[in-house]
């Protein structure tokens, strides 16, 4: 996908409700006050024994770095907000609202726009060494605890 495409793609989640169960569904997640879907990814690194890990990386970083740089133009500067201590907080078994429980797992910090009443989430995640990279993009009502 390209930029304007992924900007497209959170135009209309900006531009949706939210379902009041949590739903999972080709690389998009819903729930009680979010979106978040994957615009981008990687090849899993099981097969190459993670030999173009470094290329993938570099391909979906810049992909991360024109979108920001893009909602940026749009909202203005973006909020860095830092995930670990909100991993540590969740692994401690403290409540932590979807999505940012979710979020804290697969990646250390977010990029964020408050526009509006809801916030516009970006970042790049990973399951484990050998998931693929994905550019994740999404919209909450939910505020970053």
Same mark, same amino acid.
């Given at each position: 996908?390209?930029?304007?495409?992924?900007?497209?793609?959170?135009?209309? =989640?900006?531009?949706?409700?939210? %379902?009041?169960? /949590?739903?999972?569904?080709?690389?998009?997640?819903?729930? /009680?006050?979010?979106?978040?879907? +994957?615009?981008?990814?990687?090849?899993?690194?099981?097969?190459?024994?993670?030999?173009?890990?470094?290329?993938?990386?570099?391909?979906?970083?810049?992909?991360?770095?024109? =979108?920001? +740089?893009?909602?940026?133009?749009?909202?203005? %500067?973006?909020?860095?907000?830092?995930?670990?201590?909100?991993?540590?907080?969740?692994?401690?078994?403290?409540?932590? %609202?979807? /999505?940012?429980?979710?979020?804290?797992?697969?990646?250390?910090?977010?990029?964020?726009?408050?526009?509006?009443?809801?916030?516009?989430?970006?970042?790049?995640? +990973?399951?484990?060494?050998?998931?693929?990279?994905?550019?994740?993009?999404?919209?909450?009502?939910?505020? /970053?605890?």
């Amino acid at each position: 996908m390209t930029t304007a495409e992924h900007l497209d793609a959170i135009d209309r =989640l900006r531009a949706e409700g939210f %379902p009041t169960e /949590p739903v999972w569904s080709g690389g998009r997640s819903s729930g /009680p006050g979010f979106h978040l879907v +994957q615009v981008s990814w990687t090849e899993d690194f099981r097969d190459d024994g993670g030999a173009g890990r470094a290329e993938a990386a570099d391909q979906i970083n810049a992909e991360y770095g024109a =979108l920001t +740089q893009a909602l940026t133009d749009r909202w203005g %500067p973006a909020q860095v907000f830092a995930l670990v201590s909100l991993r540590d907080r969740v692994f401690g078994g403290e409540g932590i %609202p979807a /999505p940012w429980a979710g979020l804290s797992e697969a990646t250390g910090h977010v990029h964020l726009w408050r526009v509006e009443e809801r916030w516009l989430v970006a970042c790049v995640t +990973q399951g484990d060494g050998d998931d693929p990279y994905v550019l994740t993009a999404g919209v909450t009502v939910v505020d /970053p605890p």
